[in-house]
Each structure stands twice: as C-alpha cells, then as structure tokens.
C-alpha cells in the first residue's frame, strides 16, 4: 500500500514539476505570441501526459493491441493535429475533430465489430459524444474563458478522475489521471498570474485522453457511467458566465472562484455518485 502511494504520488509530481518549468519558460517567451504560446502549451502538456503514461505503466507498448496502449500515441496525434489547427482553420478543425473522434472510438471497438450491430452503434455514439465536445470546448467555452479558468476546470475533472478510478481499484488509470489533473493545475496557476490564455490545443488533448480515460474506466473498470458521465460534462459549466482579464490579481481570482463554483459543483455529485453506486476496493 504505502510502495503503491509512493508510485502514484511520484508518477505524479515528476511530469508536472516538468510541465510547470517548461510552461512557464514558455509563457515568458511567447506572452504576446497567443498562436505560438497555444501550439507550444500544448505540446508541452501532451509530453506530460506521455511521461505520466510511462511512468504509470513502465513503458510503450508497439504496435499497441490494447485501447490504454493507445494513449501515448494518441497524445502526441492529437496535440499535432491541434497545432495544424492553429494554422489551417476553417473546415480543416472541423474534418480533422471528426476524424479524431472516429479514430479513437475505433481504437475501442474495432476488435469488435466484426459481425456486431450493437458495436456500431457503440462507435457512432462514442464519435458524435467526442465531434460534439470539440465543438463545445474549442469555439464556446474557449471565447469565455480564461487560460486559468479554463484549465482550472478541466483540472478539478480529471483529478476526481483520479481519485474516483483509485478507490475503486484502477491504481493505473487513477494514476494517470491524477497526472493529468495537477498537470492542468500547474499550467492553471502559471496561466492565472501571467493572465494569458491556453490556446485551443490542450483542451483538444484532454478531450481525447480524459474520455478515453473514462470510457477505459467504464468498459474495463468498476467506474459507473454516470460518475464518468457527471466527470465529462462537469467543464460545461464554465458556459456560464464570461471571462474576466483583469489585470488586478484580485479581481481575477474573485471570477475566478465564481466561475468554479458550478465546476465544483457537478465534480462533487461526481465522487459522491462513485462512493454510493460502487465502494471503494478492498485491495488498495
């Protein structure tokens, strides 16, 4: 037990020791260059996410036969794929989401699909949730929102991820989402006191590895959809409101506790939703 929580805690805090100096040199540099600072965020946070990933699971997997052994590879697609985004916009971000969503709903099912109806709908379903969530993340709530405010949220829901994968027995899976979640939270507070924002990128690499987290969770774990589900939509509730680049420290961070309070909100029901349909494992 106590060897495990040491794993985890420094499978954790290595990756975002790393992603907080290389952010916020990066924030430094590119403070007035919002296209490059968002290409460069996010590959700095993709990076992360495949430390964590080996941290967690001890190495690569080529060619990958299972859906996690997908995640590092996805990582890095994904955050080259949001970095041509930055470049070609238009119908190119719209093309390329869809053809993401496809890809990694098929990274789940295509073993199965093989004379199977039910999986198919499983893949458009899997497809439409992920195409729709771009649409969300990148055009609505990224106009308003702030870096911090942003990434905040998306922190707060992929660390319960964490936490909730843990307790119910998924060391692996909480691990690296907890990862991700003080991986978020580092770039959060660095993106807070620079007052710049995050670009488009990184929330285009935590859609598709946050939810291939929580599809993993579901299909392979004890995490109940709805907990996933009430995860997932938690950042939503950062519709709500605008966003505030206030130079004065003080009144960013007061809208900053006022946006997170609906955040807080739906990732508290989350974990309570866990502890009562699923307790936690009796083997940590």
Known sequence: MNQMVAQSLQ???????????ASAVWFGVFRKHPRLRAIGTG?????????????AFGGFAFPPRESGQWIPYLAGAVALVGCLQGIRLGLWRQVSNLVLSLGTALIFFWSEIS?????????IGV????????????????DRCSGA?????LALSAGAGGIVSFLGGSAVLGQLSGSI???????????????VTIGSVLPLVYLFIFGSLLLSGCLFAELPWLTAVLLWIAPWGLVIGQRLDHPKISSRAKALVIRMLSVIALVAIAICSAFLLVPPSSEL
């Open 11 to 21: 499978g954790v805090g290595l990756p975002s020791l790393a992603v907080m100096i």
């Open 43 to 55: 590959l700095i946070f993709a990076g992360g996410i495949i430390w964590a990933y080996l941290l």
């Open 115 to 123: 004379g199977n109806r039910l999986t198919l709908v499983w893949i």
């Open 127 to 142: 497809t439409v949730v992920l195409f729709l969530s771009t649409i969300l993340l990148q055009q609505v709530i990224e």
């Open 149 to 153: 405010e942003l990434s905040l949220g």
């Open 181 to 195: 979640g003080a991986i978020l939270g580092v770039i959060a507070v660095l993106a807070f006191f620079f007052n």
